[in-house]
């Protein structure tokens, strides 16, 4: 009776381990699973930067001190900040170090990764150019930017003349807005400075509403369902609760007008456009 339960059990598992895979490999390679494992990942990294705004350090405002430097030897793109070694780093000397570069930033061997409000030894620079990950690709885990880029041109793509699919751009737009509206969700308490010695800027909402939606407008300039939505969508989003989305939401509201107002060649869609624009101020 037990060896028989026992294989009934596996027989199941069996079956339901292949019934997963073929609905897997039914969606694998379709355009709205792949917005949606990207949302899934660009979702992940803005709640990590939404709970810890920082990536634990505190925010750095003004003008680094200028007593020393560290640069990368690699040119990339910086991947991951190892912000515990930086900490350590900083206790050790009695000071601060202030990041200059965020996950995502393209960096050579001029600018500087991060400043010293002390003068550092050799080993101490290396180690904290070691704890800067440059590498030839951008990745998803301390770069909430990059998902909303891969986002954006998922819509830029099915915009091209070549596919043509307003819908593709429609959907990846609902998918910016709740990935976006993440930042925007009531905070219970202050987030909690881990690593009090490292400065650390913070996202620039400005910048993260270029990446999202300035390509989409430009792309979808000439659609006149898609300018609607994405009014609508940055509409939405200025209505959250977060002091940056009404400014960022009107500058792409007028840059996407503008862009329509160019490429649309009936005055009456020109005036929807017009009309969902004013509706931001």
Known sequence: ?????????????????LLAWIDLLARFGRVGDAIERVEAAAGHA????????????RMRIGPPPTVASVTSTRIGYLQHIDVDTLERLACLAGGEI?????????????VPLAWFDFVPDDKVLEAVRDAFNVCEQRSFDQDPRFG?????????????????DPGTAIATLAALA????????????DSEILHPHVFIPPLAIEDLFNDAFSPISEAGAGTLA????????????????HPAFPAAARQQSQLALGRARHALPLEEDVAKIEQLAAALG
């Open 46 to 57: 803005v709640r990590a930067r939404w709970k810890h705004p920082c990536i634990g350090g």
């Open 1 to 17: 009776m037990v060896l028989f339960v026992g294989t009934i059990g596996i027989i199941g598992v069996i079956v339901l381990t």
């Open 98 to 110: 202030h990041v200059d570069a965020i996950p995502g930033d393209f960096v050579d061997t001029i």
């Open 226 to 241: 898609v300018g609607i939505r994405l009014q609508k969508t940055l509409r939405s989003l200025s209505r959250l609760a």
């Open 148 to 164: 909303v880029v891969v986002l954006s041109e998922i819509a830029s793509k099915a915009l091209s003349p070549a596919i043509n």
């Open 178 to 189: 709740r990935v976006l509206a993440l930042l925007a969700e009531p905070r219970d308490e």
